[in-house]
């Protein structure tokens, strides 16, 4: 019986996606808590959760899933390749998915909870006939909201006791959870000929690349504006003006990249994106400057 390659496992599992989902959980404590330091455990025990696991799972059911679509579109990839051999990707995708569930048994019925969902969202993304992604409006939601959101607020929820977030936590967690509706469409331009062939309508393949880089683009900043809009609503000026500062960066970014999305689309994800959930981060701290009871 052939056994995958190790370090072609790490690859299927692809660390460098676990960034956002911890990112969100992180913002989602700092809203949540005064006293993160009181609850390193869980803290720790969550970004494990939500990155390295339930993320890892996530990448492991996609890449079995778009097995064929690699195929065609990035043919080195492990399983294409054969570094994974035979229905191995499968049984990583279920095992992890199962590690995943036990370790969030862990952080109590909230925890547990928030990663069965998490859980559900990413097999139905990928898995047919349900198969999110073949629709890149639901597609990218799905993403958004799991990666950005149910994070954000499942940090929010577990640093403050299990109380329900405050309403402006809610808030952000909505809105970037929307930003990355459109972060999400920036992975999609690499690979619209092996989409095109394999009927998955991302929307570059749906609008076409010109068009799908202006939705991109204004889901990405409407969403800031917001943010910053309800921050000075909130008397918190300073707090705005960094987020306003980091918007700006990106729309400079985004000129050369609304002129050529498919060849600018990764240099945009690599110094765009960073300036986009550095707000993310602003804007938590700005929420518990306010107080938890806000």
């Known amino acids: 019986m052939n056994l995958p390659e190790p370090r072609a496992i790490l690859t299927l599992l692809k660390p460098i996606t676990w960034f956002p989902p911890m990112w969100?959980?992180?913002?989602?404590?700092?809203?949540?808590?005064?006293?993160?330091?009181?609850?390193?455990?869980?803290?720790?025990?969550?970004?494990?959760?939500?990155?390295?696991?339930?993320?890892?799972?996530?990448?492991?059911?996609?890449?079995?899933?778009?097995?064929?679509?690699?195929?065609?579109?990035?043919?080195?990839?492990?399983?294409?390749?054969?570094?994974?051999?035979?229905?191995?990707?499968?049984?990583?995708?279920?095992?992890?998915?199962?590690?995943?569930?036990?370790?969030?048994?862990?952080?109590?019925?909230?925890?547990?909870?928030?990663?069965?969902?998490?859980?559900?969202?990413?097999?139905?993304?990928?898995?047919?006939?349900?198969?999110f992604k073949n629709n890149g409006w639901l597609g990218n939601l799905a993403c958004g909201v799991s990666y950005e959101g149910l994070a954000w607020v499942t940090g929010a929820t577990l640093l403050s006791g299990g109380a329900l977030p405050s309403k402006p936590s809610l808030l952000l967690a909505g809105l970037y959870s929307a930003s990355a509706h459109g972060i999400m469409t920036l992975n999609d331009f690499k690979a619209i000929e092996g989409d095109r062939q394999m009927g998955v309508r991302s929307l570059p393949v749906q609008l076409g690349a010109n068009k799908a880089a202006q939705v991109s683009a204004v889901l990405m900043l409407v969403p800031q504006a917001i943010v910053l809009a309800l921050l000075l609503l909130w008397g918190k000026p300073i707090y705005a003006a960094v987020i306003g500062a980091l918007m700006i960066g990106q729309i400079l970014l985004l000129r050369d990249f609304l002129k050529r999305p498919i060849e600018k689309a990764l240099f945009y994800s690599g110094f765009g994106v960073p300036l986009l959930v550095s707000g993310m981060m602003v804007a938590a701290f700005a929420v518990n400057s306010m107080g938890i009871e806000s």
């Open 24 to 131: 969100a959980f992180a913002c989602g404590t700092i809203t949540g808590s005064e006293k993160i330091i009181e609850n390193l455990p869980i803290f720790f025990l969550g970004l494990l959760l939500t990155g390295p696991l339930v993320c890892a799972s996530s990448q492991a059911v996609n890449d079995w899933y778009d097995r064929h679509v690699d195929a065609i579109n990035e043919p080195n990839r492990p399983i294409p390749s054969g570094r994974i051999p035979g229905r191995w990707g499968l049984y990583i995708a279920v095992i992890w998915s199962l590690i995943s569930l036990w370790v969030g048994s862990f952080l109590g019925p909230i925890g547990f909870l928030a990663t069965a969902l998490a859980l559900v969202l990413a097999w139905f993304y990928s898995m047919p006939p349900i198969r």
